[in-house]
T-cell receptor, first 110, second 114 residues
Framework: SQKIEQNSEALNIQEGKTATLTCNYT??????LQWYRQDPGRGPVFLLL?????KEKRKERLKVTFDTTLKQSLFHITASQPADSATYLC?????????FGAGTRLTVKP | EAGVAQSPRYKIIEKRQSVAFWCNPI?????LYWYQQILGQGPKLLIQ????????DSQLPKDRFSAERLKGVDSTLKIQPAKLEDSAVYLC????????????FGPGTRLTVT
């Protein structure tokens, strides 16, 4: 069956460090992959999209990689700040089949 | 630009009762999604509309859930009758459609079934 796994439920890091979040999938061939941020009591907010033929995408302090051989995406936040604390969700889509991972809760400590 | 609007924000009902949620997407967005998010889990797609046609409803429990998008704009999601396990946040999202996949989410409706 199709499965999406995000590396851990929670990740705690120190301010200024790089946060690395993992999204692994099995039995799925996504055409593209998205990362969203979700704060408590709010809907997810779109951050980045990467297509199956792209290896890397960057936006300000954010970087996403996509390895279709390993079936894995890595999401990096460099120079992390306490304001980056939130739950980060990966989402995969292929042929209108949209699936989200359970998310990783990131806490950046000052 | 106004975001995706949803109402109500909170709803408490007893099991076997009915409930309806409303969503107004961003103006001009052709694609509309309804998701169910249970506490501690990621959003689960229930139904996707392209304009007023259904693109995917494979994960919609059709014996109790129904959704419509009249005139290709607003949408309603209904549960009848509700079960305890329907307690969740119901999220509506919209996107431009075509090759633009970025989704904009509303604040969600938190449903508690007692």
């Amino acid at each position: 069956s199709q499965k999406i796994e995000q590396n851990s439920e929670a990740l705690n890091i120190q301010e200024g460090k790089t946060a690395t979040l993992t999204c692994n999938y099995t039995n799925y061939s996504p055409a593209y992959l998205q990362w969203y941020r979700q704060d408590p009591g709010r809907g997810p907010v779109f951050l980045l999209l990467i297509r199956e033929n792209e290896k890397e995408k960057r936006k300000e302090r954010l970087k996403v990689t996509f390895d279709t051989t390993l079936k894995q995406s890595l999401f990096h936040i460099t120079a992390s700040q306490p304001a980056d604390s939130a739950t980060y969700l990966c989402a995969l889509e292929n042929n209108n089949d949209m699936r989200f991972g359970a998310g990783t809760r990131l806490t950046v400590k000052p | 630009e106004a975001g995706v609007a949803q109402s109500p924000r909170y709803k408490i009902i007893e099991k076997r009762q009915s409930v309806a949620f409303w969503c107004n997407p961003i103006s001009g967005h052709a694609t509309l999604y309804w998701y169910q998010q249970i506490l501690g889990q990621g959003p689960k797609l229930l139904i996707q509309f392209q304009n007023n046609g259904v693109v995917d409803d494979s994960q919609l429990p059709k014996d109790r859930f129904s959704a419509e998008r009249l005139k290709g704009v607003d949408s309603t999601l209904k549960i009848q009758p509700a079960k305890l396990e329907d307690s969740a946040v119901y999220l509506c999202a919209s996107s431009l459609g075509g090759t633009i996949y970025e989704q904009y989410f509303g604040p969600g409706t938190r449903l508690t079934v007692t």
